[in-house]
């Protein structure tokens, strides 16, 4: 098993800037990758920054953001600094981790923190 607590969201201009995190607790070592998902309220879940564990160049982005977000990971704590935020940003962001062994996939979520830009 595996705790995911983030932290860090908030109220922003647009332009602004917010970095969240996440610290990883219990399971750690089997973690495969960690990042964030956004959901914004009608919209599906989307993957928006990951990075995996055995190499912190590994990482992937939504496109959107792309340029404007980083992930990075420091032991069992992920972040996402978020810059040059957009009102199109706006939406709970959720951790999560991922475990890959012989019996699948298992994925972990943290409870989500709210992300709101203003235009």
């Known amino acids: 098993q595996v705790q995911l607590v983030e932290s860090g969201g908030g109220l922003v201009q647009a332009g602004g800037s917010l970095r969240l995190s996440c610290a990883a607790s219990?399971?750690?070592?089997?973690?495969?990758?960690m990042g964030w998902y956004r959901q914004a309220p009608g919209k599906q879940r989307e993957s928006v920054a990951h990075?995996?564990?055995?190499?912190?160049?590994n990482t992937d982005y939504l496109d959107s953001v792309k340029g404007r977000f980083t992930v990075s990971r420091d032991k069992n704590t992920v972040y996402l600094q978020m810059n040059s935020l957009k009102p199109e940003d706006t939406a709970t962001y959720f951790c999560?981790?991922?475990?890959?062994?012989?019996?699948?996939?298992?994925?972990?979520w943290g409870q989500g923190t709210q992300v709101t830009v203003s235009g």
């Open positions: 999560h981790a991922r475990i890959v062994s012989f019996r699948g996939l298992n994925d972990y």
């Open positions: 990075i995996a564990s055995d190499s912190e160049s």
């Open positions: 219990g399971n750690t070592l089997s973690i495969d990758t």
